[in-house]
């Protein structure tokens, strides 16, 4: 297999806050030539609309067709999949990528994910990857988290899922938003071996500061 055919992920936007860190997070991969299978709630759409002005379209192509209209290009490695289209490759432990990032992750997708619902797209895709021994990685967000939540999560670290709270640190010393949202995406591409330069890195350039 050439190295760029191995270069795919699953990517959902579900309905917590933090539609930034997703929409960051697709450009990066898109920008490394990653081919992009994403999944997208109903509750994200809303989100994405209340929390970035991004209004997107429920159908799937005509959502991929707004995202690479924001995003100015790659649209050939973006694959927007429908929540209830089986027939997508993240459906099947026999053509799905090894990798998936929820981020923003709900505390809902959390739940039916613990519980191997697999009742849309979004869960069946992180069943599968976990079936599979893949690589899941749910950038959660909620604030505070329930003792059910956090029993859904520490059941999840158990079976061997990164859960990644969004909670961006500030030893990088941000002076913007988009330093935050960087924060966080420059550990999620970390986590995936994404090479990255979105920020310093502890123990090199702070020295530099003190
Ligand atoms: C603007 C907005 C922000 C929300 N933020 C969160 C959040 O941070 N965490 C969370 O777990 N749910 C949040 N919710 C609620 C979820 O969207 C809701 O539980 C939804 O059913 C999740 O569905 P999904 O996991 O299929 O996307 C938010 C909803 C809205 C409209």
């Known amino acids: 297999?050439?190295?760029?055919?191995?270069?795919?992920?699953?990517?959902?936007?579900?309905?917590?806050?933090?539609?930034?860190?997703?929409?960051?997070?697709?450009?990066?991969?898109?920008?490394?030539?990653?081919?992009?299978?994403?999944?997208?709630?109903?509750?994200?759409?809303?989100?994405?609309?209340?929390?970035?002005g991004l209004k997107l379209p429920s159908g799937p192509?005509?959502?991929?067709?707004?995202l690479v209209e924001h995003l100015n290009g790659h649209s050939e490695k973006l694959i927007v999949c429908g929540k209830e289209d089986w027939f997508s490759p993240v459906a099947s432990g026999s053509a799905a990528p090894?990798?998936?990032?929820?981020?923003?992750?709900?505390?809902?997708?959390?739940?039916?994910?613990?519980?191997?619902?697999s009742d849309n797209l979004i869960e069946r895709a992180a069943d599968v990857v976990m079936k599979e021994r893949g690589q899941l990685l749910l950038v959660v967000r909620e604030t505070p988290f329930s003792t059910l939540h956090l029993e859904n999560m520490h059941k999840l670290?158990?079976?061997?899922?990164?859960?990644?709270?969004?909670a961006p640190g500030f030893y990088h010393q941000p002076t913007s938003i988009d330093d935050l949202i960087d924060f966080m995406v420059a550990r999620i591409?970390?986590?995936?071996?994404?090479?990255?330069?979105?920020?310093?890195?502890?123990?090199?350039?702070?020295r530099d500061q003190n």
Do not use: N
């Open 1 to 52: 297999m050439s190295q760029s055919a191995k270069k795919r992920i699953t990517l959902a936007f579900t309905g917590a806050s933090g539609a930034p860190y997703g929409l960051r997070l697709l450009e990066c991969l898109l920008a490394a030539d990653y081919t992009v299978y994403l999944l997208i709630s109903s509750a994200a759409r809303v989100v994405m609309a209340t929390e970035h």
């Open 61 to 66: 192509e005509a959502a991929q067709k707004a």
């Open 98 to 117: 090894k990798q998936m990032v929820v981020c923003p992750c709900s505390a809902g997708t959390v739940a039916s994910i613990a519980h191997g619902m």
């Open 157 to 166: 670290s158990q079976m061997g899922v990164t859960i990644m709270p969004a």
């Open 189 to 206: 591409l970390d986590h995936l071996g994404v090479e990255q330069g979105l920020v310093p890195r502890w123990g090199y350039d702070q």
